[in-house]
């Protein structure tokens, strides 16, 4: 786990970043030492550990099929950057 | 060289719920655009999914019936990639721990009824959301969530198919089998049920499993067999001439009838699937799942297996009426109105049918006959109470209008002539006004008698019993 | 009309107040918007203040009321963090990328306190997306520490505290995700309180961790703390992880409260070197305290807490960087399109732009600990270590009723001062991210100032999940002691 594993360049390119090289150089500078940190959980020998990865040890919370009202189009548009009378706008996606 | 080919299949099939996967909106394609959308279906900053418990209990029921091993814990997973049909720049769907694990569909081999059992193995099955559609316009592209968490249910099958053909009838089993269970209408022009393939080649004699490449974007079950027809073919060209398969993802264009390789970006993606922390892991109970299994309808092969032996039906009248479960229900039903089977069979897989094909109906929208109304006239027809050609006449009156057989018949005085005093009565006229005949059978013309069986029941008005005239004429005319 | 004084008024005597006639709700919220107009100027905690509406709900509740309503928090303002949705309010998080955003819909614990007769007054400022311990990371403004005004308040619930700390508010909502609760509550000196996990619903509270955040009051004492968890806590059927468990009476609990008998531990691992002296010495005095008043207190080891910094900064940051995906440019929020007009570019600007730079830098290492060739080497094995420091807490809690400790290493520091260091920043989390990690209810009461700048500092109870009614009286008997 050598902490210059963390490419900044191809983060961002999964994240949408779009920065400059400067910005790129800073991050990588700082998130240098942090992942030197994080990488004394190597220390610890887990066999036959269990991961937890929700916030309470429960299950099976599940919801009925019933039909709940939905938002009037007017409030679904309102927030849009951009909108036609029925449907999010964006620039034209090329296949 | 001779090359063999294994297909795999990674089909959708939307499940038949009332409201989407994680959210309370309804599930519907004939709604405007953006009308079944609430903040979950947007993304919106703090909506949480719901998880719906039929769609579990679809999924499950869906395992049961392939033979999958239901899993006691399962969990969901976030698969990560941005596209403005998935509002949360991720798709809630599972990946390590799936409702069910393992299973099979039966075919034959080369896909053809004659071929030998074959069983296709399914990898697993998983719950997830769909997208939302995206339209594209002149200068620019809009997007309707309506469609954006709808649950769909993905079955992973192994590649462990030969050929299209085979690929075909997987598919065709498939949804038979999912439409029997009631969890999917697998309707292809609605996009209830669609297939991403992999194909790969490998020479005979080898192992190995070939480079695979996978194929997106057909529709129908046609589009699916070109589909694999083509990629088979330009693979088989690429290895003759000595070159390689690319593993890939490639794009089925259905108007070209073509193959093109979809950009390596597409191949390059890195989904970081995680566990999703918003939703409860599903531990289902033993009991849960017998309670559901106990729910089940019979899977189609078994119908058939019992259509067969228990009903001592033919092997093809067990499979059509297997094959579509409105259908075997109806005929069930049929038998449980107090018909004989072997008649039901006849009269549903021949009349019935065509009248259903003439109208363009399906036997799931008949109201006009009932499985009670069919019995009743079969009854009429196998007690002899009246002949086939009015029974016939009946089937279509009721197709057309409804009613109940024995009230037509007893109010029209339909029922058959089976008196053999008065059916001899009339053979006797018939004889008197048709001497020519009378002789020529008499002469050792035998066809002549069934000119005179056709007087009989002229001046019977069609009531007289055919078989009973024929009797009687012979006697008259030894 | 005389103006009222808010700077000291609790929400429970407000409440005996206005139940006895002394003023209406709407002289109250009146008072309440006439006191941020007069000094929050030189404090920054609210971003927004809406005193139209505010005033309407105090109408409202005047008029319940008089209809024979009576409830605990009828007609009494509550100042709510930026990160919960209110219908008809805007919902920045203290983000650019969430400019022009107008809530179509109410939180589940906004329509709760509605449903009490609260009013949501304004909106106080935070680290955008909850990210962040000084509240230095809003996009929109500094807030200063009500008690030093060249401190900042801490964070990310900054503003919370220091509108209750600066006499702007009675009470107010936060969030806590590793301590945003209560390490500004100990900055400010307010009484802070993170339920356990499940307990409170996060449907409408903007996300950052899913699996660690929570909301909950800040207060100016227990019984107001006590007063706001009852009107929030309880199953949603909008959020499957908060938990159909019966919601104890909390306020009834903390009658008679004392800690005599009660058995407390006294974690090693928090009383270690790199704590600043003072502080170690006000904690070790409450717990003289307790013990004197008749507590059993002994020293108990919580072996992984080294690792639960390591553990945290993973755990949230994967959760952080899919939760923060949606803000995107193309639903709702900021966006910005590129000279080549393309999708690529609105994700790309839209993002890059609209975030700062805390939440790129943990967006980056979520993206990071999750992506092919590193899930197991970290999220899977911060994941396991999760378990172990969960572990540690329920074996220690086998022994002991509550567990006492400081909430954060240091007072409050200087503004600007960890900016440029952000490893130094999220190691002065160590003592509060492990009761996120293992779902615990946490409170942090003031216990007293530093000697020399007079600084507050707090003093954090963790009690089991589900132990809000010990926590609750544990607390009430501390303030007591240390009045």
């Given at each position: ?20 090289p ?10 240098g ?50 909108a ?12 | 060289m ?12 939307q ?19 953006n ?9 919106l ?12 209990k ?15 814990h ?7 990639y ?5 509002s ?48 594209h ?26 050929s ?28 209830n049920m ?5 194909v ?15 194929i ?26 000595g ?21 390596t ?59 579509q ?6 005929f ?14 006849n ?16 036997v ?27 029974a ?38 018939a004889?008197?006004?048709?001497p ?8 050792g ?16 008005k ?13 006697k008259?005319?030894? | ?17 206005l ?28 971003l ?12 409202e509740?005047?008029a ?26 805007p ?24 449903a ?102 800040i ?61 170690m ?11 004197a ?29 899919a ?6 440019g ?26 700062g730079?805390e ?33 540690d ?24 001062s ?20 293992a ?45």
């Open positions: 786990m050598s902490d210059s594993s963390l490419d900044v360049a191809h983060v961002c390119a999964l994240a949408h970043f779009d920065l400059s400067e910005e790129m150089a800073r991050f990588q500078r700082e998130l030492p942090i992942v030197a940190y994080v990488n004394k959980l190597s220390e610890l020998d887990l066999t036959g550990i269990e991961p937890t990865q929700y916030g309470q040890p429960v299950a099976n919370v599940l919801r009925e099929d019933v039909v709940e009202p939905s938002l009037d189009r007017e409030t679904v548009l309102r927030n849009a950057p951009d036609s009378e029925t449907e999010f706008r964006m620039p034209r996606i090329v296949e | 001779k090359y063999l080919v294994n297909i795999g299949l990674e089909t959708h099939v499940l038949k719920t009332r409201t989407k996967m994680f959210c309370g909106c309804l599930l519907s394609t004939e709604s405007e655009p009308t079944n959308v609430c903040p979950v279906c947007l993304g900053p703090g909506a949480l999914p719901r998880a719906n418990k039929e769609a579990v679809f999924t499950v029921m869906s395992g049961l019936m392939l033979g999958c091993e239901i899993a006691r399962a969990e969901f997973a976030r698969k990560n941005f596209y403005p049909d998935m949360k720049n991720y798709q809630i769907s599972q990946s390590e721990r799936p409702l069910c694990l393992g299973g099979s569909v039966e075919i034959h081999e080369g896909g053809v009824p004659s071929g030998a059992p074959k069983r296709v193995r399914i990898n697993h099955i998983h719950l997830e959301e769909d997208a939302a559609k995206i339209n316009y002149a200068r620019h592209s809009g997007v309707d969530y309506n469609r954006c968490g709808t649950p769909l249910m993905e079955i992973v099958g192994e590649p462990d198919l030969a299209p053909d085979e690929a075909m009838e997987y598919l065709q089993k498939l949804r038979e089998i999912l439409v029997y269970a009631g969890v999917s209408d697998c309707n292809l022009e609605d996009g669609r297939s991403d393939v992999n790969s080649l490998r020479p005979e004699g080898s192992a190995k499993l070939g480079t695979k490449v996978e997106k974007n057909m529709n129908t079950f046609k589009g699916i067999h070109a589909a694999l027809e083509f990629e088979i073919a330009r693979q088989t060209a690429l290895l003759e001439a070159g390689a398969v690319v593993q890939e993802t490639r794009r089925w264009d259905g108007d070209l009838g073509e193959t093109f390789s979809m950009r970006k597409e191949n390059a993606h890195d989904y970081r699937y995680f566990p999703e922390p918003d939703l409860l892991p599903v531990d289902l109970s033993e009991e849960q799942v017998e309670q559901w299994r106990k729910a089940l309808p019979e899977a189609p092969e078994a119908k058939r297996a019992r259509f067969q032996e228990t009903l001592g039906l033919p092997a093809y009248d067990a499979g059509v009426l297997a094959a479960k409105p259908l075997a229900d109806f069930e039903a049929t038998l449980a109105a107090g018909a004989p089977a072997k008649l039901a069979a009269w549903i897989m021949g009349d019935l049918l065509r009248l259903l094909g003439a109208a363009s109906l399906d799931a929208d008949l109201r006009t006959v009932t499985p009670a109304s069919l019995a009743a006239l079969l009854k009429l027809v196998d007690a002899k109470t009246v002949n086939g050609p009015t016939k006449a009946l089937l279509e009156e009721i197709f057309k209008k409804g009613g109940d057989p024995e009230a037509i018949v007893k109010e029209r005085g339909l029922a058959q002539v089976a008196d053999s005093g008065a059916i001899e009565a009339l053979a006797r006229q004889i008197e006004a048709n020519k005949p009378a002789a020529e059978f008499r002469g013309k035998a066809a002549s008698l069934q000119f005179l069986v056709g007087q009989v029941m002229k001046l019977s069609g009531k007289a019993n055919p078989k009973l005239a024929a009797e009687a004429l012979r008259l005319l030894s | 009309m005389a103006s009222i004084d808010i700077s000291s008024l609790s929400v429970a005597s407000a409440q005996d107040a139940r006895r006639g002394d003023f209406t709700s709407v002289e109250l919220t009146q008072s309440v918007l006439d006191t941020i107009a007069a000094k929050d100027g030189a404090i920054g905690a609210y927004t203040v809406d005193a139209d509406g505010a005033l309407a709900g105090a109408a509740a005047d319940r009321r008089r209809a024979g309503e009576d409830r605990d928090l009828l007609g009494i303002p509550v100042a709510m963090k930026d990160i919960f949705n209110v219908k008809g309010q919902c920045t998080c203290a983000s650019r990328i969430l400019e022009g955003y107008v809530a179509p819909f109410d939180a589940t614990v906004v329509a709760r306190l509605r009490e007769g609260a009013i949501p007054c304004g909106r106080v400022n935070m680290d955008e997306f909850a990210m962040g311990a000084s509240t230095e990371h809003s996009a929109f403004q500094v807030t200063r520490n009500p008690v030093a005004p060249d401190r900042v308040p801490g964070g990310s619930s900054g503003g919370s505290a220091a509108a209750v700390a600066g006499g702007l508010a009675l009470a107010s909502l936060g969030t806590d995700t590793g301590g945003s609760i209560r390490q500004p509550a100990s900055f400010c000196g307010c009484v802070g309180l993170k339920p356990s996990y499940g307990r409170v619903s996060r449907y409408g509270v903007t996300a950052f961790a899913s699996s660690l955040d929570q909301v909950g009051p207060a100016r004492d227990v019984e107001d703390a006590a007063i706001l968890l009852q009107a929030i806590a309880g199953a949603d059927p909008h959020d499957q992880t908060c938990l159909d468990r019966p919601v104890p009476d909390y306020r009834a609990a903390l009658a008679g409260a004392s800690v005599e008998g009660l058995r407390i531990g006294v974690p090693k691992e928090y009383f270690v070197e790199g704590t600043d002296p003072q502080v010495a006000l904690v070790r005095a409450a717990i003289d305290k307790a013990a008043a008749g507590a059993r207190v002994e020293e108990i080891s919580l072996p992984h807490t080294e690792y639960a910094i390591a553990v945290y900064y993973i755990v949230a940051t994967a959760e952080a960087s939760n923060l995906a949606r803000f995107d193309v639903r709702y929020g900021r966006r910005e399109v590129g000279p080549d007009g393309s999708l690529q570019s609105l994700y790309d600007l839209s993002r890059t732009h609209g975030f730079p939440v790129k830098r943990r967006i980056l290492l979520g993206t990071w600990v999750l992506s092919s060739g590193y899930y197991d080497a970290y999220y899977n094995r911060a994941l396991k270590v999760r378990t172990l420091v969960r572990r807490f329920e074996a220690a809690f086998a022994k002991v009723d509550a567990i006492l400790c400081p909430v954060a290493p240091t007072p409050a520091f200087k503004l600007d960890t900016v440029n260091d952000p490893l130094q920043a999220y190691l002065c989390d160590a003592f509060t991210v492990p009761a996120n990690l779902g615990l209810c946490g409170v942090s009461i003031p216990c007293g100032r530093t000697a020399d700048l007079g600084l507050p500092v707090g003093l954090q109870i963790l009690c089991p999940p589900f132990a809000e009614p010990t926590l609750l009286r544990t607390a009430r008997a501390m303030e007591g002691l240390l009045k």
